[in-house]
């Protein structure tokens, strides 16, 4: 019971990546759901997160305006569409149960997105 990330690969500067987040072994409405990331050397950062009960999402400010986080409760999955992507979004994605996961909640293996020219 987890959720699959993926989608990740290597993108030019301005370039747009599409992360899809499928739900294995559990209903994904009926969670409020997180993408965050984490670079080689930095701490983790959330970077946002949907809620279950009125599909408002809430944003970092270092993604903005750039990322928009979609939800396709007929496909179990949840998105991130990152458009204008730059050097510093270069990290392994995550997605997980609950805007604040802790250790009872479903994470996800990652997949990573390397921005580079």
């Known amino acids: 019971v987890q959720p699959v990330e993926s989608g990740g690969g290597l993108v030019q500067p301005g370039g747009s990546l599409r992360l899809p987040c499928v739900a294995s072994?559990?209903?994904?409405?009926?969670?409020?759901i997180v993408w965050f990331r984490q670079a080689p050397g930095k701490e983790r950062e959330g970077v946002s997160c949907?809620?279950?009960?009125?599909?408002?999402?809430y944003y970092a400010d270092s993604v903005k305006d750039r990322f928009t986080f979609s939800r396709d409760n007929a496909k179990n999955t949840v998105y991130l569409q990152m458009n204008s992507l730059k050097p510093e979004d270069t990290a392994v994605y995550y997605c997980?149960?609950?805007?604040?996961?802790?250790?009872?909640?479903?994470w996800g293996q990652g997949t990573k997105v390397t921005v580079s020219s």
């Open positions: 949907i809620n279950s009960n009125d599909g408002s999402t």
């Open positions: 997980a149960t609950d805007c604040v996961p802790g250790p009872d909640d479903y």
């Open positions: 072994g559990f209903t994904l409405v009926d969670y409020d």
